[in-house]
């Protein structure tokens, strides 16, 4: 099928959309996906092809009977206004063997060499993570320069700027998987990165969110094929990788910029009209169309243009550029940015491809709200009254994150301070699967825990605690294991400071303890040992948590794996009181029955339920 509007692409060259000399010469620009498999659920694929006057039929070009024996057919091509796309419609039948095939146009000027590969063993049932896991999340330019060759690189308009707070420090994948020991020792058992694929922009460009090649990994950072070392070295130490995915936007030095491949293939026709941020909105039974279509619509800033998702050229290429990173570097799972900002219709379909090729496979979206009802609304299974189904599994929870912080710094009253958190574990009833709740005190784009909490250790401690030990999947932000913090600042810039050790200059190491403070050691050690815990005992992730209203400066809860008998229940008391509390434990009969004692896994020491006491500023781990 072809299609095409020569008017319209008359209109959009004289307006300048399109970039008529953006490809002088005659040679395919870029292909996408860039490789594919034979073997996959899905048996079709289709190919965007990118490069001058690429707007007419293609073949493959086959030698003698090739072209039966592979069983891989190009059924037909479509086109849009722009003379320099064309998208190839592939059909892979089911026993396609491997394959590399010649692509040519008709007029014989554009060629190009594409391979089917053979999938590894059970790739569509690889294991995403889950609440037995504990997430580390990396900012790379920040974390280690394992290799200092790459932090200039003559095709990248960004130089490095290793004093400036916004400017890019050297980072890459090589300075992570220097550091795997150092984090499987920990106890870290997943990868998040924040996005390591190009940034080609002039400033700014360090977070990686503004990508402007979505197949290849940013030069300073490494290569692709680094990348996928990253992930065989990780999966030798147990840890898995998880992306970080950016559907909804892309950096504005893309060449989608420059020659973009049809009229609506961004938002607003091109032209920056700002998003409102109205999350909302998209639940809003009262909500406008107008209003819906701002906050989805519209970008974050200039250089983020808003992909438009409806468009479906577009969707099938986000589509298959998801699932080709999944099989290219064995993921083990996507953290999918603002989650909600993409058009929620694509997001259904997107997911929904996702798991029919990777049932196992897990992600997390971020919707970044407190408000219980608007996250929820997200959660795959959900019974929303608008009949929609997102597919999506897991979801980050802000409303956690702000309660905690807010406990650990008021003052405990009838409605301030444990009772924070306690309501917000509390409306679990709104979520279908409250396990896969991602649970967090910081990240990326927010002040370090650390810093929250007002640098107090034992506070910062209570809430590793909590975190480590409630329901949920935890994730730790670079360098909170080390008491990290950004001080009076707010820039992100120094929120995303350069983890002790990872460079050159740096006296101190976290990954020797070298230079760090007896506070530091000791909160490392502290997070080494709840980490071993989640690992030794099931109950601490399992899906099964009772707690109890807060009282005395006390919150309590009972971990344990539901349905199961063989594991009895962990309680925790988290006291936030600078006083010791003598606890009746009456009030928590219901878990401990007639027993008379437990180990406090912390500390190794034995506790009389009929004296229970709770030291100030601490925490007990009682294994019954």
């Given at each position: 099928m072809v299609r095409f509007t020569s008017f319209l692409w008359v209109i959009a060259a004289t307006a300048g959309l399109f970039s008529i000399d953006a490809l002088a010469t005659n040679t395919v620009h870029s292909v996408a996906p860039t490789s594919w498999w034979v073997g996959m659920e899905n048996p079709k694929l289709q190919i965007m092809v990118h490069g001058p006057n690429a707007k007419q039929p293609w073949q493959i070009v086959t030698k003698g009977n090739e072209k039966s024996e592979t069983g891989i057919v190009l059924q037909s091509i479509e086109f849009t206004e722009n003379n320099n796309y064309a998208f190839l419609n592939v059909q892979i039948e089911k026993d396609a063997r491997p394959s590399s095939l010649t692509f040519e146009s008709e007029d014989g000027t554009l060629r190009f060499e594409y391979v089917f590969d053979g999938r590894e063993a059970n790739s569509r049932f690889r294991q995403g993570f889950t609440a037995k896991d504990t997430i580390y999340l990396i900012t790379p330019d920040r974390f280690a320069n394992g290799n200092d060759r790459n932090d200039a690189h003559p095709s990248m308009l960004e130089r490095p700027d290793p004093v400036y707070r916004g400017g890019r420090h050297g980072g890459d994948i090589q300075g992570v998987i220097d550091h795997l020991a150092y984090l499987s020792d920990l106890g870290i058992t997943q990868l998040w990165?924040?996005?390591?694929?190009?940034?080609?922009?002039?400033?700014?460009?360090?977070?990686?969110?503004?990508?402007?090649?979505?197949?290849?990994?940013?030069?300073?950072?490494?290569?692709?094929?680094?990348?996928?070392?990253?992930?065989?070295?990780?999966?030798?130490?147990?840890?898995?990788?998880?992306?970080?995915?950016?559907?909804?936007?892309?950096?504005?030095?893309?060449?989608?910029?420059?020659?973009?491949?049809?009229?609506?293939?961004?938002?607003?026709?091109?032209?920056?009209?700002?998003?409102?941020?109205?999350?909302?909105?998209?639940?809003?039974?009262?909500?406008s169309e107008y209003d819906k279509r701002r906050f989805v619509d519209g970008w974050f800033v200039p250089t983020m243009p808003d992909l438009n998702q409806r468009n479906p050229f577009l969707a099938t290429y986000l589509t298959q550029n998801a699932i080709w990173w999944i099989e290219y570097a064995n993921l083990s799972g996507f953290r999918i940015d603002t989650f909600p900002y993409s058009d929620k219709v694509f997001l259904a379909n997107w997911l929904r491809a996702i798991f029919a090729e990777y049932p196992d496979f897990n992600v997390v979206g971020e919707e970044w709200t407190t408000q219980t009802a608007i996250a929820a609304y997200w959660q795959k299974g959900q019974n929303n009254k608008d009949g929609y189904e997102s597919h999506l599994p897991a979801l980050m929870d802000f409303s956690l994150q702000e309660a905690l912080v807010e406990a650990l710094n008021e003052e405990e009253s009838w409605n301030t301070g444990w009772v924070k958190v306690y309501q917000s574990i509390a409306n679990d009833f709104l979520f279908k699967d409250p396990n896969q709740l991602l649970v967090f005190g910081d990240n990326h784009d927010m002040s370090r825990l650390h810093t929250q909490l007002k640098q107090n250790v034992e506070h910062t401690k209570l809430a590793m605690t909590l975190l480590l030990t409630t329901r949920g999947i935890p994730q730790i932000y670079y360098g909170t294991e080390i008491l990290l913090d950004n001080g009076d600042s707010n820039d992100h810039g120094d929120i995303r400071i350069d983890f002790p050790g990872g460079f050159k200059h740096h006296v101190a190491d976290a990954k020797t303890g070298q230079g760090l403070s007896a506070e530091q050691l000791a909160m490392q050690q502290y997070i080494k040992q709840l980490l071993s815990l989640r690992k030794r005992y099931p109950q601490l992730s399992g899906d099964w948590l009772l707690h109890f209203s807060p009282f005395d400066g006390i919150y309590a809860y009972a971990r344990n794996i539901k349905h199961d008998a063989t594991n009895k229940p962990i309680l925790v008391l988290l006291n936030k009181s600078s006083k010791a509390r003598t606890i009746d434990s009456e009030r928590f009969n219901e878990v401990i029955g007639e027993q008379k004692e437990a180990t406090d896994l912390l500390s190794g020491k034995k506790h009389d339920f009929e004296r229970l006491v709770v030291p100030a500023k601490s925490a007990l781990v009682l294994s019954l």
């Open positions: 990165l924040s996005p390591v694929l190009e940034n080609n922009m002039a400033h700014y460009s360090y977070h990686g969110y503004s990508i402007t090649d979505l197949y290849k990994v940013d030069p300073r950072m490494g290569d692709n094929a680094l990348y996928k070392k990253l992930a065989i070295e990780a999966k030798r130490y147990g840890i898995g990788l998880i992306m970080d995915m950016v559907p909804n936007h892309i950096g504005s030095e893309h060449v989608w910029m420059k020659d973009m491949p049809s009229l609506d293939w961004i938002n607003y026709r091109g032209e920056f009209v700002g998003t409102s941020h109205a999350r909302q909105t998209v639940q809003d039974v009262h909500a």
